[in-house]
């Protein structure tokens, strides 16, 4: 199935590569990876950031910007940071009035009394009229 933007991430964990070697004291944005490879969460509270045994809240004690997580503070050499991304889960949405058609509707799954009375008559009127 083809998306908009980014694919959703459903019921997957995914271990952020470890940025010890990068913390300094200095730097305050490092790169998010996963296996090498850059990683762009859908939202930052999709990240569990935990500093030295502290989980850090999004937003407050740090950020993402695409692929970059910040914090307001630069992190010690020594501290430790662990990065775990969850998974979001899949928001189907609500379909817009008039938007589902016959095609999207599995075949003999309405159910008589979820029909309008003038969805009756119409069908009611076509067997009559076409003899069906």
């Not at 944005?29 to 930052?44: D, G, H, M, S």
């Not at 010690?76 to 589902?100: C, E, H, K, R």
């Amino acid at each position: 199935m083809a998306y908009l933007g980014q694919a959703p991430v459903t019921g997957t964990f995914k271990k952020i590569d470890a940025i010890d070697g990068l913390q300094d004291g200095i730097e305050t944005q490092f790169p998010l990876k996963v296996n090498n490879v850059a990683y762009t969460p859908e939202t930052p509270l999709q990240l569990l950031v935990v500093k030295n045994g502290e989980t850090l809240d999004p937003g407050q004690d740090f950020s993402v910007a695409g692929s970059n997580l910040s914090f307001p503070t630069a992190p010690a050499s020594d501290d430790n940071i662990f990065i775990v991304a969850y998974g979001t889960a899949l928001f189907s949405g609500v379909p817009s009035d008039g938007s589902i058609t016959n095609a999207k509707i599995v075949d003999a799954t309405i159910e008589y009394d979820k029909l309008s009375g003038d969805a009756v008559g119409t069908i009611i009127g076509n067997i009559i009229t076409f003899g069906i």
